[in-house]
Nanobody, 115 residues
């Protein structure tokens, strides 16, 4: 059973930064792609961005230019660096990992941005 554990969430003022971490219970090289999603109250879960096993990244238009996803294979960890945060970035952020058979989710970490 794969476990993904997010950390790094918290409360920050608009314009601030946060770095979220997602630690996996097995080698992240075993996943084809890993990503970050978010879900705000009353809204559907939406993609923030992804990173492939080869290191290619893709970001949602709403966050492009403000976030960076990176990976540290030696620590089996993927990061989400978020800058210039806005109140509309407030959500629970989830880590996701996909291999050839399954998709896996973390438990989520809350990010709250105040104006």
């Amino acid at each position: 059973q794969v476990q993904l554990v997010e950390s790094g969430g918290g409360s920050v003022q608009a314009g601030g930064s946060l770095r979220l971490s997602c630690a996996a219970s097995r080698s992240i090289s075993s996943f084809n792609v890993m990503g970050w999603y978010r879900q705000a109250p009353g809204k559907q879960r939406e993609l923030v961005g992804t990173i492939t096993n080869g290191g290619s990244t893709n970001y949602a238009d709403s966050v492009k230019g403000r976030v960076t996803i990176s990976r540290e294979n030696a620590k089996n960890t993927v990061y989400l660096q978020m800058n210039s945060l806005k109140p509309e970035d407030t959500a629970v952020y989830y880590c996701n990992a996909k291999d050839f058979r399954y998709g896996y989710w973390g438990q989520g970490t809350q990010v709250t941005v105040s104006s």
